[in-house]
């Protein structure tokens, strides 16, 4: 089993997607089969062959949000530790070298958005922040090479 943790926004646009795709698309994809085979010949019938692998991606996205929902932890926002920096934290840097500041919220890995300023736990910057204190030093080793910055505030 693999325990993905979530919040509860997250967890419910999963929800959506998956009552999305089984009560709308599902029974769409099920109409283009019947009305393909209605065509006649299957063994020449591309409409049938698309809608086939249609249904064949869609009972796979099926699936897997299934099995993201029942192995989803919700994450007790109201429980987090603001003294140092852990999932959900929102944590205020400053570049050290160029003094400039940038806020990122450490999230799940399915809710990431950079242009939002949430980054993934599993991040090389968010693992070179988690445990870390307002005020602590950290070097973090990027692909770019390696970027010193301060903790300025931790806030939820």
Known sequence: MNIKYCTTESLEKLKTELSYLINTERPAISQQIAD???????????????????????????????????????????KI?????????????????????????????NEADIKKGKISISSPVARGLLGKSTGDKVDIKVPAGSIAFEIIKISR
Request: hydrophobic residues 35%.
């Open 36 to 78: 393909a085979r209605d065509k006649g010949d299957l063994s020449e019938n591309a409409e049938y062959d698309a809608a086939k692998n249609a249904q064949g991606m869609l009972e796979l996205r099926i699936s897997q949000l299934e099995e993201t929902i029942r192995n989803s932890r919700i994450i007790d926002e109201t």
């Open 81 to 109: 530790d603001v003294s140092k920096v852990a999932m959900l934290s929102t944590v205020e840097l400053k570049n050290l070298k160029n003094n400039s500041h940038i806020t990122y919220t450490l999230v799940p890995e």
